[in-house]
């Protein structure tokens, strides 16, 4: 069982940034494949950010160049750093583990931008 905790999500104008954390459980974090999802209102789960166990790294193309996925295998933790955010990134958005054939979620984090 892994668990995963997200946070920093909030509110913020358009064109600010915001950076989220995601702590997930176990001594194993290392070999976990990682992702960002999001899901706005009316709208279905989607894929924001990948990073493998060796660091490589995909993004959805509505984020490309503005957001940035990173991982710290010491803190157990994963990041994405989200820079000129638009109000369509609106959305909660979801850390997500691979790990073992299985997949973890955790609870979400809202992220509003609005001014």
């Known amino acids: 069982q892994v668990h995963l905790v997200e946070s920093g999500g909030g509110l913020v104008q358009p064109g600010g940034s915001l950076r989220l954390s995601c702590i997930a459980s176990?001594?194993?974090?290392?070999?976990?494949?990682m992702n960002w999802y999001r899901q706005a209102p009316g709208k279905q789960r989607e894929l924001v950010a990948h990073?493998?166990?060796?660091?490589?790294?995909n993004y959805a193309d509505s984020v490309q160049g503005r957001f940035t996925i990173s991982r710290d295998n010491d803190k157990n933790t994963v990041y994405l750093q989200m820079n000129s955010l638009k109000p369509e990134d609106t959305a909660v958005y979801y850390c997500?583990?691979?790990?073992?054939?299985?997949?973890?979620w955790g609870q979400g984090t809202q992220v509003t931008v609005s001014s």
């Open positions: 990073i493998s166990s060796g660091g490589s790294t």
């Open positions: 997500n583990a691979n790990w073992n054939v299985l997949g973890y």
């Open positions: 176990g001594s194993l974090f290392s070999t976990y494949v």
